[in-house]
Nanobody, 118 residues
């Protein structure tokens, strides 16, 4: 069974940092694209970043320069390091996985809430 479990969310002041983790199980980790998405109430889901199965890293325009994604294949875990957080970064952050790339992931975690106070 494919499982994706996010952690690391919380309340942080504007300008602060957070590291989100996505622990994956049930599939061959390095053969899948692993992406981070976010969704705030009343807003559309937005792609934050993605690591493709061949190691390319993609960042969304609204977070580019403020986030870094990394993976630990030994731990089957992907990390999203977020810096210079803004109130508009507040959202539920999800990780997702798919064999065929970052566009339309099949498997999703439950999400972790990030709240940035001004």
């Amino acid at each position: 069974e494919v499982q994706l479990v996010e952690s690391g969310g919380g309340l942080v002041q504007a300008g602060g940092s957070l590291r989100l983790s996505c622990a994956a199980s049930g599939f061959t980790f390095d053969r899948y694209a692993i992406g981070w998405f976010r969704q705030a109430p009343g807003k559309e889901r937005e792609g934050v970043s993605c690591i493709t199965s061949d190691g390319r890293i993609i960042y969304g325009d609204t977070v580019k320069g403020r986030v870094t994604v990394s993976s630990d294949n030994a731990r089957n875990t992907v990390y999203l390091h977020m810096n210079s957080l803004k109130p508009e970064d507040s959202a539920n952050y999800y990780c997702a996985a798919d064999q065929d790339g970052c566009e339309a992931p099949t498997y999703w975690g439950q999400g972790t809430q990030v709240t940035v106070s001004s």
